[in-house]
């Protein structure tokens, strides 16, 4: 079993903290299966653009998702040389991100190079067709609405801010986090709808759902894209986060629709 990054410098008052949906995802990404997808994916002969593959975490929270997977490139994708970068809309979450990395970096051998965490809304900093893996535990809860993101390259100072607006202000941070709006699904919609610019040509990414998202759904709508993607679920939690039972699914662009198709790749969930 591959390590779990330390989290314990993050503050819980306005960052995500690792929970059921982050494990979920480490474990689906360390089974032997996921392993020996990827080191096949990202072999340097698979690809006519970079060898080192380029892995984005779409709001990383506490950054225990990228940490893991920069921390143990070389047992993930076969070789140390790759690059990782995360994104967040929270500030606090940026940082504490980079710490993270670099906790999970100390008296590790193996580990790939990370190249920070920006502030962003999603991919908007990122250009097209960069990135080779994207992994993103979205806001998934059902909510009325979705928060307001804050303003980006905005500072915040909370040394001369009263205890109840800096709580107002944490609790907003936090909201971010969770709530998905309609169907849980307004920000994971945004995202979904941003994949196939956004990936390679080997591009995989890696999105986590909850049941009340309605996954077949999304599963239709990804195979509407077209015979070059495909989707399946690789990662289930059953009923161990209770109503939300989380799910897994890779979303991958092929080259061969028809080899695919044979092989049983396109699945719902």
Request: charged residues 20%; contains cysteine.
């Amino acid at each position: 079993m591959l390590p779990t990054p330390s989290t314990a410098h993050v503050d819980p008052n306005r960052i995500y903290e690792p929970a059921e949906d982050s494990y979920l995802l480490l474990d689906t990404l360390s089974t032997a299966s996921e392993i020996q997808y990827l080191t096949e994916r990202f072999k340097p002969e698979q690809t006519s653009t970079s060898p080192v593959p380029l892995v984005l975490e779409v709001g990383t929270g506490s950054g225990v998702i990228i940490a893991f997977i920069s921390a143990n490139a070389q047992k993930l994708f076969g070789t140390a040389d790759v690059l990782s970068l995360g994104i967040d809309i929270n500030e606090y979450a940026c940082h504490a991100t980079e710490e993270t990395v670099r906790r999970a970096y100390e008296d590790v051998q193996g580990h790939g190079i990370n190249i920070g965490a920006l502030q962003a809304d999603l991919t908007s900093a990122i250009k097209s067709a960069v990135v080779d893996m994207l992994v993103f535990n979205p806001p998934y809860v059902p909510t009325s609405e979705v928060p307001e993101a804050p303003s980006l390259g905005h500072k915040n100072d909370f040394t001369s801010t009263a205890k109840h607006e800096k709580f107002d202000e944490d609790s907003h941070l936090l909201s971010l986090s969770y709530a998905g709006g309609t169907d849980g699904m307004e920000v994971t919609d945004r995202l979904l709808h941003q994949l196939p610019q956004l990936l390679s040509e080997r591009g995989v990414a890696y999105v986590l759902l909850c049941q009340q998202n309605k996954p077949n759904e999304v599963v239709k709508r990804i195979q509407a894209w077209g015979p070059h993607w495909a989707v399946m679920t690789v990662g289930r939690s059953g009923k161990a986060a209770g109503w939300e039972k989380l799910q897994v699914i890779r979303i991958w662009r092929i080259k061969d629709a028809k080899t695919s198709k044979q092989s049983g790749t396109i699945n719902s969930l």
